[in-house]
Every structure is written in C-alpha cells, then in structure tokens.
C-alpha cells in the first residue's frame, strides 16, 4: 500500500534557526512528489513538484529536495511567517488500479518560527 | 481567476439534519476533489472526479454521504443525516488534466451539535 510519513510532527524553531522537514514515501511507481503550505483556516497552497532523484527547487527560504526513499524541505534562515502546516503528497493509484488521478497526503509538520 | 469557491465558509448544525456543501472549480479543470480534514487523521480524499464522472468513491465513509458534480460548474457533497463525528473541515481541489498538482479552496468549517 502506498504511503507517506512525515517527520517530526511539530517542529519549534528559533527566528534566523535553519533546520529540515522530512518526507519518507512508500510508492510502486514515483510520479513526483508534492509539497504544500497551510496556514490556519485555509486551503493548502502548492509550493513545489519534484520528479527524480536528485532534483531541487527553491523558493525564497525554502529549498526541497529528493532521493529515491524521502524529499526533504530545507528552511534556510526561517522567519516568523513561515509558520504553518507543510505537507507532502505523492500520486497513488485510484481504487481499481486504472489511473493515477489522486494524491495520498502525509500528516504535515507544524512549522513555529519564533521571533 | 478567482480560485475555487467553496461555500459555506462555515456550518453549525444538529445532528441528524441534512447538510450540503458546495464547490465551484476552476474554470478549464476537469478533475475535481473532495477532502475532509480531522487533527486525528489529517487529509483524506473522499472522492473524485474527472470531467463530471465519479472516479473514485472509495473515500467516502459511509452511505450517509454522497457527492454529485451535474456540470463542469458545480459539486456538492451532502451529508444525510448529519452525526457529531462529520465535524471537520471539508476541502474541494481541482486540477486540469495535464497535471497532477491540485488547487484548494478555502474550506466549509462544518460542526455537527
């Protein structure tokens, strides 16, 4: 069964503390990897897709990587508004098998950056 | 483009009540997708759909929910008869076909007394 773990759960940082969120996956055939910001009372936001190992996007303070087992999501010099709920999500199988139409979600890791 | 539009933003109702909640996707996606989001089990797709035809259901907890999408326009997933444990917030996501990254709307709040 396809699955996705996210680690640590919650993650409390100092501002100007860099440090990384983890992803592990367990898929038959990656078709990329997805992460998304939450902030509280609203929809996820789409940050980055990555498609192979080896592959990096960046944006702004945030850096995501992928090996073949996990991505990671780097936050270099983090501020007081990158708090929120980070997630990541890999395609998966739809029930029948035909097609890759969904997303499987991990828990998501609480991101606070304190001033 | 305005984004998805979901409404309610917020429900208050008592158990055992009907309760419909709305999606409007994206102009031009043809996927569209159901969520419901709990602290306790985080994100889980309820169902899908791909140019107004029901893909997968296998989310869907119980016959108590239902979700319908009669044109490329509009969704609802209704809830009959309404228990305590539907409280949660309830997600729709579009997408277009030639990609896989989703787009959320803002979200139904939905608290069943």
């Known amino acids: 069964e396809d699955q996705v773990t996210q680690s640590p759960e919650a993650l409390r940082l100092q501002e100007g503390e860099s440090s990384s969120l983890n992803c592990s996956y367990t898929v038959s055939g990656l078709r990329g990897l997805f992460w998304y910001r939450q902030d509280p009372g609203k929809g996820p936001e789409f940050l980055f897709t990555?498609?192979?190992a080896g592959e990096e996007k960046e944006k702004e303070r945030l850096k995501a990587t992928l090996t073949k087992k996990e991505s990671f999501l780097h936050i270099t010099a983090p501020k007081p508004e990158d708090s929120a709920t980070y997630l990541c999500a890999v395609p998966t199988l739809s029930a029948g098998g035909t097609s890759y139409g969904k997303l499987t979600f991990g828990q998501g890791t609480i991101l606070t950056v304190h001033p | 483009d305005a984004g998805v539009i979901q409404s309610p933003r917020h429900e208050v109702t008592e158990m055992g009540q009907e309760v419909t909640l709305r999606c409007k996707p994206i102009?031009?996606?043809?996927?569209l997708f159901w969520y419901r989001q709990t602290m306790m089990r985080g994100l889980e797709l309820l169902i899908y759909?791909?140019?107004?035809?029901?893909?997968?259901d296998s989310g869907m907890p119980e016959d108590r929910f239902s979700a319908k999408m009669p044109n490329a326009s509009f969704s609802t997933l209704k809830i009959q008869p309404s228990e305590p444990r539907d409280s949660a917030v309830y997600f729709c996501?579009?997408?277009?076909?030639?990609?896989?990254?989703?787009?959320f709307g803002p979200g139904t709040r939905l608290t069943v007394l």
């Open positions: 996501a579009t997408r277009p076909s030639y990609t896989d990254t989703q787009y």
């Open positions: 759909f791909n140019n107004n035809v029901p893909i997968d």
């Open positions: 102009s031009g996606h043809d996927y």
């Open positions: 990555l498609y192979s």
